[in-house]
């Protein structure tokens, strides 16, 4: 069936989106990119409208993952999930992922590699730790091994440690012990390391300052 588009009108309350009139009434909206290329008093077609709707769709749905990942880097797990909350299809989330990865915009491994590289700088913490967070996000084993190949338990732990020295400077000498060892803990590192760590500590943690 086809159709004359009789106006189209730029949206106050949407930037970017053109609301399209078929036929007299108001019949859909479309990103600017695409209602550019119409004009009225022009025919269309359903399926054209469909064929319009659905390239729309999949703008949006890029266009909210662009968004995303202005943040930070994103795991595709993390990005389908984001999009299939906010009720994205499935055949335009699968598309608005592929173009993404063919564009490098989206990659497990570059991904899993910058967050172990975050991790050590900003918030040091176990191998094991590391490898649950990523799990989490969706990313292979074999993309995890690879990022934590050269990741050094005691290194990070000793960092860890390093980091939190400064809290500890107002606390008891008889709490330090207890207080780093939980630190530690609770970023996974495991008792063997956490004892090394102690150890290198231990005249900073028995000092009174003075």
């Known amino acids: 069936m086809s159709h004359v588009i009789t106006a189209l009108k730029a949206q106050r309350a949407a930037r970017g989106r053109v609301s399209v ?7 859909f909206s479309l ?14 077609n359903d399926a054209q409208v469909r064929a319009l709707l659905q390239a729309d769709r999949q703008e949006r ?12 880097p994103r795991s595709v797990q993390e990005v389908r999930s984001r999009l299939q909350r906010l009720g994205v299809t499935e055949d335009v989330i699968q598309q608005t992922v592929e173009r ?20 050590q700088e900003r918030s040091p913490r176990s191998r094991r730790a590391i490898a ?8 292979s084993n074999e993309h995890i091994a690879e990022a934590l190949k050269d990741v050094d ?3 990070a732990a000793l960092s860890a440690a390093r980091r939190y020295s400064k809290r500890l400077a107002v606390v008891e000498p008889s709490q330090r012990r207890r207080r780093l060892s939980a630190y530690l803990a609770r970023r996974g590192f495991d008792f063997a390391v956490i004892e090394e760590v102690i150890a290198a500590f231990s005249a900073d943690l028995s000092s009174d300052g003075t």
């Open 31 to 44: 990103s600017a990119i695409y209602a550019v290329a119409l004009k009225v008093g022009q025919e269309i």
């Open 153 to 155: 338990d005691y290194a």
């Open 132 to 139: 649950w967070e990523l799990q989490r996000k969706g990313v």
């Open 61 to 72: 749905a890029q266009e909210r993952v662009l968004r995303l990942l202005a943040y930070r």
């Open 100 to 119: 993404l990865q063919q564009c490098g915009l989206l990659d497990d491994r570059a991904f899993s590699q910058a967050w172990v590289q975050s991790r």
């Open 21 to 27: 009139y078929l036929d007299g009434a108001f019949a």
